[in-house]
């Protein structure tokens, strides 16, 4: 239990991270509506991702190779 409450502490500030990574990169340099797809876009992707590890972490665990 003590795991999943660090993975999904580390997962939000992950996409937390992500975020204001996007708005740094290109706030300022592209509309705001731009800035908000690009954002939307990342986050989905890197949620995607995490998800997917999460995934692959349950089925290690529950012994499927």
Do not use: N
């Not at 999904?8 to 705001?32: K, P, Q, R």
């Amino acid at each position: 239990m003590k795991e999943t409450i660090i993975y999904l502490i580390v997962a939000v500030s992950s996409l937390l991270l992500m975020a204001y990574t996007v708005h740094m990169f290109v706030g300022g340099l592209v509309a705001e509506e731009t800035q908000k797809m690009i954002t939307i876009i990342v986050l989905c992707v890197a949620a995607t991702v995490m998800a997917f590890l999460g995934w692959d972490i349950v089925r290690r665990r529950t012994g499927h190779r």
